[in-house]
């Protein structure tokens, strides 16, 4: 209760007018502080004065300014609504006061540039850069009206006690909007970025705008930009908005209306720091952080024009023309089927006179292709007689008995999934018939065509079915990793994201290289053309196998179509992945375009081996198992193979080990044992065959083959090893096309030697495949761009377009190299069709 009442007591106290002195004593505290602000205010005022000049434009003005003043230069110009005039600000300090730098600030009617001088740029690794003298160019704000008198100002200022000189400028820019098809020359330097105005023509929807320059370095920008301000034209914030692209030589943008709402836009060209960006050197890292670095002279001398792109008429020329040329070969293909058709109803009814009868309906024996040609054995000389009894006795002796037409027939019908591969194959006996049939010294199709028909077709349909679930696999997450690379470079605006041909892309809804898509077409249209050629040759070898026609039983080369079906669907994907590609070229995603060439490669190679060992040709699961590793290097290669020696040592190693291998499995159609006795069997070999008695090998033509491919890849891998080649995908694709090239020519020159004649189709395919290659090649190593270097580096290589204003060099080589995959295809298709009524005992294998 003592407490309660205190409190009250204080608090009614507490309530009343405080005393006099304390009141007294408040009031003179108050004046004192209001004294002090007063004069403080008025020290200032008299220790730093602002001066503000009416200034003129193209004047220099040479002043100097301490922290005790600052100047304001006050402008005014007359500003059109249907003309724009560009403002530029040129600045130079003439002392070296990096600790207090001058301020310059201009005030505009909507915007606000600030700037100090010196200007210091950061590079990499935070080097420092000053710049004395610095030049910018003023965002110039819409007007409404149709002439308006705008004012803004220049102020000066600065921390610095001591006095600074400097020379101020504000001029006109000439040109400063650009004019269509009309060359503007100009010099920019990394203090000093220049930008333009173009405003889009009636009648254009689509401009490209090229900036050129006869000096690699500097390295420069050049960026599109909405017009808006602030206008971003320093190297550290060029790509904050817009359009750009890094550039030495050259450089091109295209420029599409729709994106502009205002239908006009700002070129900006800005010059980097340092040239690292654009492939040149790097400069050595400063000894202390803080420390400046002198950029020296990195002036450049630039010229920009735009000029109109194509309108929707080249569009469309240009889809009719892909359309027109592919399509004119169904028009081929079914002239050539209606005449094939017509010459096999002649055919028939000549064969409906007894007395025109092929051998193989009277019984005969068709001659030998050995006949007009003979094979040196240890400097004798095999006669068709001999080669005829060893035939003979091989049959007899190794169990190949013809069989009538009544037990083919028979056998045709039975069940398909009641024989497997391996019902065969397992059996003691007939392992032992292999060892020996296999490794006869002249081998004849008979002998390596033993195993059930039914039951290799079905082993070789598993390669259609298998590439296919392999396309899908793969391409689906293919287009959708690429739909976002496209969606990335819309929303960012960086043009080094993708390698394209800048001057010649044409872009269509979101891509950005339309043209360089379309012209994909023909792998996917010749892939399935190819396919429904394959599916008519399929259909009519089986009606002649239901009706037991004795020539598609017993002669010519086993018809099998599944690797035909696969090779087929491998060059549609082949388009398909090609133009995911071309959707947005880079180094990361040129897998994508040499995938399905490394499947193309081992096909055909696959299939050559198969057309005369269908029973020991590998299976569909070991192939891609094969071609999943080899894609397997290419990704290493792509990763981790640029100037890693340790990679290209075991690349190395490991392709001159997989070359031995295939080597001997060939050489001795797989009858042989990779196991732990098989150093002892290859010491054994060279002692008694080198050693102790010098003889030749026993398959001289197999021999022969494999040192040539021996020597193309022990060659390969040693340039490999050497050179290094950065673009290890490609390298990799050498080696499987000089492979392929060389069974191929093999394949053809055993042909000949064998007397076996070569017919007019595939002939005809043969040379224009020929031809077509050639040029295609040419056009492949024009190089409009290369991911090896860097995008200012690549686009040193564009190239204008060459065809119908729509197509460039590598748009051709999709054309020409498909035309000219399909022909090869065809080539695999009919080459052996001169065997087809030659029994397959009297066809040699090589």
Avoid at 553 to 570: D, Q, R, S, V, W
Avoid at 761 to 776: D, N, Q, R, S, Y
Wanted: net charge neutral; proline share 3%; with cysteine.
């Amino acid at each position: 209760m003592v407490l309660r009442s205190c409190w009250k007591s204080r608090h009614k106290n507490s309530t009343g007018r405080a005393p006099f002195w304390i009141r007294s004593g408040l009031a003179v505290l108050l004046w004192f502080c209001v004294a002090q602000f007063t004069c403080g205010s008025e020290a200032v005022e008299e220790s730093k004065s602002v001066v503000q000049k009416d200034a003129e434009f193209d004047v220099t003005y040479n002043d100097t300014v301490t922290s005790a003043n600052q100047t304001i230069y006050a402008f005014n110009h007359t500003v059109s609504r249907n003309k724009t005039e560009g403002v530029r600000v040129t600045v130079d300090v003439l002392s070296q006061g990096f600790e207090s730098p001058i301020l310059f600030v201009v005030r505009q009617k909507q915007a606000v540039l600030s700037f100090q001088v010196p200007l210091i740029l950061r590079g990499l690794y935070q080097r420092k850069y000053p710049y004395n003298h610095v030049g910018r160019t003023l965002c110039q704000p819409p007007t409404r009206a149709a002439s308006e008198t705008q004012y803004f100002f220049v102020d000066v200022s600065t921390l610095s006690s001591q006095g600074t000189n400097y020379h101020l400028r504000v001029s006109r820019v000439e040109s400063f909007t650009l004019l269509t098809d009309k060359k503007f020359s100009f010099t920019a330097s990394p203090s000093q970025p220049q930008y333009f105005k173009y405003v889009f023509p009636d009648g254009v929807d689509t401009v490209i705008v090229k900036v050129n320059s006869d000096m690699n370095f500097p390295c420069s920008v050049m960026s599109v930009q909405d017009i808006q301000c602030p206008v971003y034209d320093l190297d550290n914030n060029v790509a904050f908005i817009g359009m750009y692209q890094t550039m030495t030589k050259k450089g091109a943008i295209t420029v599409q209306r729709k994106d502009f709402p205002s239908n006009s836009f700002y070129v900006v060209v800005v010059v980097k720091t340092e040239d690292e960006a654009c492939g040149g050197p790097l400069r050595f890292y400063p000894l202390r952080p803080d420390e400046l670095i002198d950029a020296g002279n990195r002036t450049k001398v630039l010229d920009v024009v735009v000029s109109p792109a194509i309108n929707s008429e080249v569009y469309v020329m240009g889809m009719l023309f892909c359309l027109g040329i592919f399509l004119s070969f169904y028009l081929l293909t079914l002239l050539v089927a209606c005449l094939e058709n017509k010459r096999m109803n002649m055919k028939r009814e000549v064969f409906q006179n007894p007395a025109d009868m092929s051998p193989a309906e009277t019984g005969k024996t068709p001659a030998s292709p050995y006949e007009y040609g003979s094979f040196a054995d240890n400097g004798s000389t095999l006669s068709s007689e001999a080669i005829t009894d060893s035939a003979t006795s091989t049959d007899n002796n190794y169990g190949y008995m013809e069989r009538t037409l009544d037990s083919v027939g028979r056998s045709r019908q039975e069940s398909l999934s009641s024989v497997e591969e391996d019902d065969y194959d397992t059996l003691e006996d007939i392992n032992s018939d292999k060892n020996i049939v296999r490794t006869k010294k002249f081998l004849c199709v008979s002998d390596l065509a033993r195993k059930d028909k039914r039951v290799l077709s079905k082993k070789y349909q598993i390669y259609f079915w298998n590439i296919a679930t392999i396309a899908v696999f793969y391409a689906l997450p293919v287009i959708q990793l690429v739909i976002t690379y496209q969606t990335v470079v819309n929303v960012t605006g960086n043009q080094d994201i993708c390698f394209y041909n800048f001057l010649c892309a044409h872009p269509l809804g979101a891509l950005s290289a339309f043209n360089n898509i379309l012209s994909n077409l023909g792998y996917v249209l010749l892939g399935l053309l190819f396919l429904l050629i394959v599916l008519k040759r399929d259909i009519v070898h089986n009606r002649a196998l239901v009706r037991n026609d004795l020539n598609a039983l017993e002669c010519g080369i086993p018809k099998h179509f599944g690797l035909f079906y696969a090779m087929g669907t491998a060059l549609m994907m082949e388009g398909l992945l090609s133009a995911c590609y071309h959707v947005c070229p880079n180094y990361t995603n040129f897998q994508f375009d040499t995938s399905f060439m490394y499947m193309i490669a081992g096909l055909c190679m696959l299939k050559l081996y198969q057309k005369r060992h269908p029973d020991i040709n590998a299976s569909a699961y070991t192939a891609y198992a094969s071609l999943a590793a080899v894609i397997f290097f290419s990704v290493l290669g792509v990763v981790f193979g640029k100037g890693n020696t340790v990679f290209w040592i075991i690349f190395s190693v490991i392709h001159i080990l997989a070359t031995l291998l295939l080597s001997t499995q060939l050489y001795y159609m797989g009858r042989w044992r990779l196991d732990s006795g098989v150093l002892r069997r290859m010491v054994y070999i060279i002692y008694t065959d080198c050693i102790r008695q010098c003889s030749g090998p026993m398959y001289i033509d197999r021999m022969v083959l494999l040192v040539m491919g021996n020597i193309i890849n022990w060659s390969l891998a040693a340039y490999g090893l050497i050179e290094r080649p950065n673009d290890f995908a490609s390298y990799l694709l050498a080696i499987a096309i000089c492979n392929l090239l060389l069974y191929f020519a093999f394949y053809i020159i055993m042909k000949l030697r064998s007397s076996e004649r070569i017919q007019c189709l595939p002939l005809v395919c043969i040379l224009f495949t020929a031809v077509v290659w050639g040029f295609a090649l040419y056009f492949f190593f024009q190089g409009l761009s290369t991911w090896q270097k860097t995008p200012a580096e690549s686009r040193e290589h564009n190239r204008d377009c060459i065809l119908l204003s729509f197509f460039d060099d590598h748009d051709i080589w999709h054309f020409l190299s498909s035309i000219a995959m399909f022909g090869s295809f065809l080539v695999l298709l009919t080459m052996d069709d001169d065997l087809d009524t030659v029994q397959r005992d009297k066809i040699f294998v090589f």
